[in-house]
Structures are given as structure tokens and as C-alpha cells.
């Protein structure tokens, strides 16, 4: 890639991959500082955290869930693609300008403003390819762990928010959404006509009012299909517990989705602290009022870029007042710590311990090289197994990787 990229580890619940998000920014942000250093005078690299160059060319910000291999891929396929059409009202990073033929039809006028960065990029429903004819369902399937139990969906319609919060409306509505289509509980009849030419129209209206054909007849607006998509999320909560995207962080998501999809219907600049392109379209608007600038004037484009800016002194979006839900302190600790709840655990932890006889880590299985003994690697299926609770008093038990794995062998 032409791109630096970040991955967070695996992570148990949505606050949890914000959490380790931030921690990512943080290091992206020291990375950056320290191959400065190293430049010639006046010389800089500098890094944004954002979905486009302003120049037809588009990276993503991906997402992975885990799912059942037992829910069906065509109906986890037909029924996300509503939320994902319509959850950029609130996840969207917005965006000065077009970078697409956009809309078909006559009288349609190119946007000054739209409310996603991505939208505009994709031409399909469902496919495999996340660089050309970009689908909204991607069927890319590497699990990363066991094919026969699990199922990775690779998401890749989203926008790179710099907003924490939208980040855990992101992650968390449609991780209950996923978590609804695997109890059948998610609403047959809320399918879109024409997702890919839906996208893009919810994304050129920043009123919220623009309407879109339902399969079965109804034109609606993406408000109005979140709201639907929130009263079953309700009754699925009521009906089913939370407990698989954690119990108390799924309650604090349905909270927080049903404040900001009222404050978006009533007036989306309350949302400025908390939704990104409403955060960014009043800075935008505010610089073209005080400078009496025309909607496509190039300042307009260099301010969207600012909003992304990874330099702490640049970066418009620490100036916006941005709700903030990580401690700085729990930030620097995630930089360095792996979650503990996940098979990350083990992973990070034996990373730290022995990283001269580790040789090889992926997500799935960690090889060591142990003297006398060859390469040994210790497969990792289940995400949820590698824990804190489960093998950290082993770990610290362990004098060294050899005897790690005598111990592993002899309880596993």
C-alpha cells in the first residue's frame, strides 16, 4: 500500500476497539514525530486520518466482525446493507465536494458538502473487491480463526471518524444489528431498492430529507429507516439480552443512538460534539461565511483535510470540542498493553515477555524458536480463549517459552 495502516487487536466490544482506536492514532502520531526527526530540514510527513485525496482516489477505514457460520451470508448480506446505507447520518465523516459521477438523473447538482467520505465509491452491492467496483457487502472470508464455527465479515463502507463517539455509534449499533440478523430478529421488509444509488443520496443531502425506495414500496429517509432499525434493536434487547456485545455497553449504545438520531431530527448542529460531518460542516460553513468564500473554493477542501490532521498543533478536529469517552492515561496504557479479553492477551503478552524467540505472530497463531528444540507454534482458533482470565496465571508461571509450552501440553 502507497498508505501507512493501523489495526487494532481483537477486541470484546465496541468501547473496547475505540478504545484501542485512539491508541492507534497515538502511536501513528509518535511514529509520525520520530521519522520527522530523521528528515532534512523543512522537510515533513504528514498524516491524515481520513477516507480520500480530493482526487477521485479512496482507502478505507475497515471493520471486521465475528459472526456465526450458521447465520446464512446472503441474509446477514441483505439485511446490513440497510444499516449501512443509512448509519452514515450519524457515523459519516463528511466530506467537501464530489469525487463521483454521483446520482444519475436530471437536475441532479453535484454537493458542496455530503455527509460521507466513501459513499461516493461504490458501484456495487455485494463483491469481493474493496479497490475497484467497490462493493457495500464485501465477501471477502479469511476468519482468522475456526472456518467451521466462525465467519469474519470485512466491512468496508465506512468512513475514519475522528469523533469517539461516532466511533462507538459505528461499532456498536452494527454490531447489535449483526447480533439480530444471527436471532432472525432484524425486520425482513427494511431492504432498500437500490442501495448503491441510495448511498450516495443520503450522502448528497445534509437536510436528512432526502427519500429512498423500500422493496416494499415506501420511500423513506435515513432517518426514518434508523429510527425502525432502533425500535427492533429495542425489542431485541427486551426480547434476547445484549449479552454478546456486552451487556452494559450495549445498553449505553442504544442510549446514545436514540439521543443522537432525536437530536438529528431536530436539529443536527446539537450533534456537533459527537457527529463528525456535522462537527466539520460547521467549521466549513463558518470559515466560507467570515472569508465570503463560494461553496467550491479550494480553502474549503485544504480545511476538510485539516479536520484529519495527526498533527496535534493542525488537527481542527481536537479544536471542535469532540466528546471525548477514552481517559488519556487508559490511551497510553492500550499503546502498550493488549486487551484482556481476547486471544490478543496471550499474543501481546508472550510479544512482551519473549520477543527474541518469537519469530512469527499472527492473528490466528504465534511461533517461537526455541533452542535445541526447532520452531514451535501454538495455534490460536478461538478469539476468546487466551484471555487474562484464562492463561494469565500460566503465563506468569512460565520462566520461558519452553516451558510455556510443556505447560500448554499438559492442560490444554
Not at 436471532?183 to 432498500?192: K, N, S, W, Y
Not at 505472530?361 to 487466551?386: C, H, T, Y
Not at 500460566?394 to 516451558?403: G, V
Amino acid at each position: 500500500h502507497a498508505h501507512p495502516e493501523i489495526s487494532t487487536p481483537e477486541c470484546r466490544n465496541a468501547l473496547e476497539a475505540v478504545l484501542f482506536d485512539r491508541a492507534g492514532e497515538e502511536i501513528i502520531r509518535r511514529s509520525m514525530q520520530i521519522a520527522n526527526e530523521g528528515l532534512p530540514e523543512h522537510s515533513e510527513i504528514v498524516i491524515y486520518k481520513n477516507n480520500s485525496d480530493g482526487k477521485g482516489n479512496s482507502y478505507g477505514c475497515h471493520e471486521n466482525y465475528l459472526v456465526s457460520r450458521l447465520t446464512p451470508f446472503v441474509q446477514i448480506a441483505q439485511q446490513i446493507t440497510t444499516h449501512f446505507v443509512t448509519r452514515q447520518i450519524f457515523c459519516g465523516a463528511g466530506k467537501v465536494g464530489a469525487e463521483h459521477r454521483g446520482i444519475t438523473g436530471k437536475g441532479h447538482v453535484q454537493p458542496a458538502f455530503q455527509i460521507s467520505q466513501r459513499a461516493d465509491f461504490f458501484e456495487e452491492e455485494i463483491g469481493l473487491e474493496t479497490t475497484l467496483k467497490r462493493p457495500i457487502v464485501n465477501t471477502r472470508d479469511e476468519p482468522h480463526c475456526d472456518p467451521t464455527k466462525y465467519r469474519r465479515l470485512h466491512v468496508i463502507a465506512g468512513d475514519a471518524n475522528m469523533s469517539e463517539v461516532a466511533t462507538l455509534l459505528k461499532l456498536g449499533t452494527t454490531s447489535i444489528v449483526l447480533a439480530m440478523i444471527e436471532d432472525g430478529a432484524f425486520p425482513e421488509h427494511l431492504t432498500i431498492k437500490d442501495p448503491v444509488q441510495a448511498i450516495r443520496q443520503v450522502s448528497h443531502d445534509t437536510t436528512l430529507n432526502a427519500r429512498v425506495l423500500m422493496t416494499d414500496g415506501r420511500m423513506l429517509s435515513a432517518l426514518d429507516i434508523q429510527i425502525e432499525i432502533l425500535e427492533a434493536a429495542r425489542q431485541y434487547a427486551a426480547d434476547y439480552g445484549l449479552e454478546s456485545v456486552d451487556t452494559q455497553v450495549g445498553h449505553d449504545v442504544l442510549v446514545r443512538w436514540a439521543g443522537v438520531l432525536n437530536d438529528l431530527e431536530t436539529d443536527p448542529l446539537i450533534v456537533a460534539n459527537i457527529v463528525d460531518w456535522v462537527a466539520k460542516k460547521r467549521i466549513v460553513d463558518g470559515f466560507a461565511q467570515r472569508h465570503g468564500l463560494q461553496d467550491h473554493d479550494a480553502r474549503l477542501k485544504a480545511i476538510d483535510l485539516q479536520y484529519h490532521d495527526m498533527r496535534t498543533d493542525k488537527c481542527l478536529a481536537l479544536r471542535a470540542g469532540l466528546v471525548e469517552l477514552c481517559a488519556k492515561t487508559d490511551v497510553r496504557s492500550a499503546m502498550v498493553k493488549p486487551p484482556e479479553s481476547t486471544r490478543a492477551y496471550f499474543r501481546g503478552t508472550v510479544l512482551q515477555r519473549w520477543p527474541n524467540d518469537v519469530i512469527a505472530a499472527n492473528w490466528d497463531s504465534v511461533v517461537f524458536d526455541i533452542p535445541n528444540q526447532g520452531l514451535k507454534r501454538i495455534p490460536m482458533p478461538e478469539p476468546l480463549r487466551g484471555t487474562r482470565a484464562l492463561v494469565g496465571g500460566l503465563l506468569a508461571s512460565s520462566q520461558n517459552p519452553s516451558d510455556l509450552i510443556e505447560k500448554l501440553s499438559s492442560e490444554f
